[in-house]
C-alpha cells in the first residue's frame, strides 16, 4: 500500500463552547456549532450533518458509520477501498496521508484523500466522478468495534474543517453514567 505517514501530536483543543456535544455507542464528543444534524439514512450511520459551505458553495458531509463489534474492516483495507475511489484529474492514482493521532483519547488513525472522487460502498470509483474533492476518513477503536467517521466535499471547504474533524476525534471519550 502506498502512503505517506504522519504523528499528529495533541496540541489542538477541542471544538469548544461554541460546539455540539453529540452521543453515540456509549461516547460523546463534540461537533462544531454550524454543522446542521440531519437524520441518519442507514442503521450503519450513528451520527449525519451537513457541513455547509460559503454563499454558492456546495456543502459538505461529516458522517459516523458503526458496522457493529469486529465489523468495517482493518485499517488498511479501509485505506485501500477509500484510496481507490479517488484518482488524479490524469486518472493517475492518489497517495494518502494517514497518520495516528497520538494522544488522543482512543486509538485512531487519520486518512486524508484529495483528487477526484466518486463515492462507491466497495472497491473502486462509481457513479459520477466530482473533481476537486477531499475526504478525511479515520478508524477509532473503542471496546465496541470500530467506529468510521467521514467528513467529505469540496477540496476547500473540507480543508478548511479538518481541525474541527481532529478535534471531533480528539475528543472521543466515554459518555458518563446515567
Not at 454543522?35 to 442507514?42: F, K, M, N, R
Not at 450511520?45 to 458553495?57: C, D, H
Not at 472497491?123 to 477509532?140: H, T
Request: a negative charge; proline letters at 8%.
Amino acid at each position: 500500500m502506498r502512503a505517506l505517514f504522519a504523528a499528529l501530536l495533541l496540541t489542538s483543543a477541542p471544538a469548544g463552547a461554541e460546539g455540539q456535544r453529540v452521543e453515540f455507542l456509549g461516547h460523546h464528543s463534540e461537533v462544531p456549532a454550524g454543522w446542521v444534524p440531519q437524520p441518519v439514512v442507514s442503521r450503519m450511520r450513528l451520527l449525519q450533518f451537513e457541513v455547509p459551505g460559503e454563499a454558492g458553495v456546495e456543502s459538505g458531509q461529516f458522517v459516523l458509520y458503526y458496522f457493529g463489534p469486529g465489523q468495517g474492516g482493518s485499517v488498511e483495507a479501509n485505506v485501500e477501498r477509500w484510496r481507490s475511489q479517488f484518482s488524479r484529474p490524469d486518472g493517475a492514482e492518489v497517495e494518502a496521508v494517514i497518520a495516528r493521532l497520538e494522544g488522543a483519547i482512543l486509538p485512531a488513525t487519520l486518512v486524508e484523500l484529495e483528487g477526484s472522487y466518486a463515492r462507491s460502498v466497495g472497491m473502486g470509483q462509481v457513479g459520477e466522478v466530482l473533481p476537486d474533492r477531499m475526504l478525511l476518513a479515520a478508524v477509532v477503536e473503542t471496546p465496541q468495534g470500530n467506529l468510521h467517521p467521514q467528513l467529505h466535499g469540496p477540496a476547500d471547504l473540507v480543508r478548511g474543517q479538518r481541525e474541527a474533524f481532529i478535534a471531533f476525534l480528539r475528543g472521543i471519550a466515554a459518555a458518563p453514567p446515567p
